[in-house]
Nanobody, 120 residues
Framework: VQLQASGGGLVQAGGSLRLSCATSGRTNYAMAWFRQAPGKQREFVAGITWNWGTTVYADSAKGRFIISRDKAKRVVALQMNSLKAEDTAVYYC????????????????WGQGTLVTVSS
């Protein structure tokens, strides 16, 4: 399984960005986005199941971010709206064969990360 994240960039506070994660190889059950800010631990942002499209969000993402998947294109997207300076981080997509979980150690495959910088 290979994951390729893209879509990061520089945006002003209040703006929007859309991240994409292209997958290849065997499709695992759950896909998720994590992020890691400088000097902080990697944290869960949102997750989605391939089959049913069930979603889970971290409190910090609820109401602002939307995770979606395109099964035909094998792409998982993260639409980020109303961005804040504290959303600045490297964003990673990950996948695992089990259900969605917020634990980084439970994910077997990771993309390379894409940097999101929100200027205030």
């Amino acid at each position: 399984v290979q994951l390729q994240a893209s879509g990061g960039g520089l945006v002003q506070a209040g703006g929007s960005l859309r991240l994409s994660c292209a997958t290849s190889g065997r499709t695992n059950y759950a896909m998720a986005w994590f992020r890691q800010a400088p000097g902080k631990q990697r944290e869960f942002v949102a997750g989605i199941t391939w089959n049913w499209g069930t979603t889970v969000y971290a409190d910090s993402a609820k109401g602002r971010f939307i995770i979606s998947r395109d099964k035909a294109k094998r792409v998982v997207a993260l639409q980020m709206n109303s961005l804040k300076a504290e959303d600045t981080a490297v964003y990673y997509c990950a996948t695992r064969s089990g259900d969605i979980t917020a634990k980084t150690t439970e994910y077997s495959y990771w993309g390379q990360g894409t940097l999101v910088t929100v200027s205030s």
